[in-house]
Nanobody, 126 residues
Framework: QVQLVESGGGLVQAGGSLRLSCAASGRTFSSYTMGWFRQAPGKERVFVAL????????RYADSVKGRFTISRDSAKNTVYLQMNSLKPEDTAVYYC???????????????????WGKGTLVTVSS
């Protein structure tokens, strides 16, 4: 069992930056694929970024490429999402997720992940 707790959300002006953190419990954190997803008000949850267990591979949604960076620190059992050049359309609840499958896949990007956090709210004002 893996428990995920997100933090770092808040209110920021357009063009600003935030760094989200996701602390994971469990000794097998380093073997999991980790991801970030988001759900805007009135919309479905969508993929943001994935990072492989070794941090050797990453994948991003087109809408955040070049602005967001996913990273992980296995020593701290933590995955991060650095968000720069934020836009009002980035406003959403951001969820951290973990998956036991090591290879990044389309299925994961579509939300097929084993464990989910409860989310942290990011609000970007114009």
């Amino acid at each position: 069992q893996v428990q995920l707790v997100e933090s770092g959300g808040g209110l920021v002006q357009a063009g600003g930056s935030l760094r989200l953190s996701c602390a994971a419990s469990g000794r097998t954190f380093s073997s999991y694929t980790m991801g970030w997803f988001r759900q805007a008000p009135g919309k479905e949850r969508v993929f943001v970024a994935l990072i492989s267990w070794s941090a050797g591979s990453t994948r991003y949604a087109d809408s955040v490429k070049g602005r967001f960076t996913i990273s992980r620190d296995s020593a701290k059992n933590t995955v991060y999402l650095q968000m720069n050049s934020l836009k009002p359309e980035d406003t959403a609840v951001y969820y951290c997720a973990a998956d036991q499958r090591r290879l990044l896949s389309t299925a994961q990007a579509m939300g097929s992940m084993d464990y989910w956090g409860k989310g942290t709210l990011v609000t970007v004002s114009s």
